[in-house]
C-alpha cells in the first residue's frame, strides 16, 4: 500500500501554521524541514556539507495521506494557505512513498515520551521507569502525545484531583488523554469520537492497558452518543471545531466541571476565551510555540 506524500514550501515564520493544516487532514508524522535549524544549533561542533542536501532554499513541510484522500487534501490545504501572508511561496509537491517502508520508519521516530508522573510507550518497546506506564499504538493517523498540543493536556492532566472523577474525551482519537486519566487515578471515562478508526484505535490502546472495563468508547457526535455529565472533559480539537462544539460540551459539564480545551492557535485564543467564558471561568492558560491551551471551571 502506498501513502501519498505533500510536500509545502514556505518559510520559517509560518512553517507551524502550515504544519498546522497538513496535521490536520494528514496521518500522523508531519515533518518540518528548516535549513535554518542547521545553522542556530548550537551544541553543534561540525556539521558535514552533505547535510544541506536534505533541505530546500524554502521549509518544507511534509506530511502523509491515503492515497484516495489526495484530492480533498489538496483542496484543504489550498483553501486554507491562500489566507496567509508574506508566507513563502506556498508551492505544493506531490509524490507517493512505499506504505510499508513509510509505516516502519514512522515506527521508528515514535519513542516512549516521559512526562511528570507518566511515559508513554510504544506497545513494541520496553521501558525501566517508577512511573506510570501507557502502552499505545496510536496508528499512522493519530496522535503520539508528542505534539505541543496534547503534551499542553498531559500537563493539565497530571495536575488534576482524579480519584473517583468521571472523564469525557471529546474527539478523543488515540484516547490518550482519557486512558491516561483512568491509569492516574479516574473512576471511569467516556471516549467519543466521529472516526471509527479512532475509536478501534483507543479501544484498542484500552485493551492493552487493562483498562476496557472502566471506559466506554463511542463512535458518533457528542450530543448523539452521550449522555450526563461529567466531572473532567477534554476537548483537545480545533478552534473552529471548539466553536462550532460550544453548546454541546455546555450540555456535558456541572456546575464545578474542569474543562480542558487545546488545539488552540494563538491568532484563535481572543475568541475562545470570548465564547466560553459565557458559562466557564478561565483559570489556567498554557502556551507553547503558536498554541494554546485553557482549563475552565463550569460556572
Same mark, same amino acid.
Given at each position: 500500500m502506498d501513502f501519498t506524500e505533500i510536500t509545502v514550501f514556505t518559510n520559517s515564520e509560518n512553517?507551524?501554521? $502550515?504544519?498546522?493544516?497538513?496535521?490536520? $487532514?494528514?496521518?500522523? @508524522? $508531519?515533518?518540518?524541514?528548516?535549513?535554518?535549524?542547521?545553522?542556530?544549533? +548550537?551544541?553543534?561542533?561540525?556539521?558535514?556539507?552533505?547535510?544541506? %542536501?536534505?533541505?530546500?532554499? *524554502?521549509?518544507?513541510?511534509?506530511?502523509?495521506?491515503?492515497? #484516495?484522500?489526495? &484530492?480533498?487534501?489538496l483542496t484543504f490545504l489550498r483553501q486554507n494557505l491562500s489566507n496567509l501572508v508574506n508566507a513563502g511561496s506556498l508551492d505544493i509537491k506531490v509524490g507517493t512513498v512505499d506504505g510499508n +517502508? =513509510?509505516? *516502519?520508519?514512522?515506527? *521508528?521516530?515514535?519513542?516512549?515520551?516521559?512526562?511528570?508522573?507518566?511515559?508513554?510507550?510504544? *506497545? =513494541?518497546?520496553?521501558?525501566?521507569?517508577?512511573?506510570? $506506564?501507557?502502552?499505545?499504538?496510536?496508528?499512522? +493517523?493519530?496522535?503520539?502525545?508528542?505534539?505541543?498540543?496534547?503534551? %499542553?493536556?498531559?500537563?493539565?492532566?497530571? &495536575?488534576?484531583?482524579?480519584?473517583?472523577?468521571?472523564?469525557?474525551?471529546? @474527539?478523543?482519537?488515540?484516547?490518550?488523554? @482519557?486512558?491516561? +486519566?483512568?491509569?492516574? @487515578?479516574?473512576?471511569?471515562? #467516556?471516549?467519543?469520537?466521529?472516526d471509527v478508526q479512532a475509536t478501534d484505535v483507543a479501544l484498542h490502546n484500552a485493551q492493552i492497558n487493562g483498562l476496557d472495563g472502566l471506559c466506554s468508547i463511542k463512535t458518533g457526535n457528542l450530543t448523539e452518543k452521550t449522555t450526563g455529565t461529567f466531572n473532567i472533559v477534554f476537548a483537545n480539537l480545533t478552534a473552529d471545531i471548539l466553536q462550532l462544539l460550544y453548546q454541546d460540551i455546555s450540555t456535558v459539564v456541572h456546575s464545578g466541571t474542569t474543562l480542558i480545551l487545546s488545539g488552540i492557535l494563538d491568532i484563535k485564543l481572543d475568541g475562545i476565551v470570548e465564547l466560553y467564558s459565557q458559562k466557564f471561568d478561565v483559570l489556567e492558560i498554557k502556551q507553547k510555540g503558536e498554541w494554546r491551551a485553557l482549563k475552565l471551571s463550569a460556572k
Open positions: 512553517a507551524e501554521v $502550515v504544519a498546522y493544516f497538513l496535521q490536520e $487532514v494528514c496521518l500522523d @508524522g $508531519v515533518t518540518i524541514l528548516d535549513k535554518n535549524d542547521l545553522y542556530q544549533n +548550537a551544541s553543534w561542533d561540525y556539521k558535514d556539507d552533505s547535510a544541506d %542536501m536534505v533541505y530546500a532554499d *524554502e521549509v518544507m513541510v511534509k506530511g502523509y495521506c491515503n492515497v #484516495e484522500d489526495t &484530492n480533498s487534501v +517502508a =513509510w509505516v *516502519e520508519k514512522w515506527k *521508528e521516530t515514535f519513542r516512549p515520551l516521559e512526562t511528570e508522573k507518566l511515559v508513554i510507550c510504544p *506497545e =513494541w518497546q520496553s521501558v525501566e521507569t517508577d512511573k506510570t $506506564v501507557f502502552l499505545m499504538d496510536s496508528g499512522v +493517523a493519530f496522535g503520539t502525545g508528542q505534539h505541543e498540543t496534547t503534551s %499542553m493536556c498531559l500537563e493539565f492532566l497530571e &495536575n488534576l484531583h482524579l480519584s473517583n472523577q468521571t472523564v469525557l474525551d471529546v @474527539g478523543c482519537g488515540s484516547g490518550i488523554l @482519557g486512558l491516561c +486519566a483512568l491509569l492516574l @487515578g479516574a473512576k471511569s471515562a #467516556e471516549l467519543v469520537d466521529i
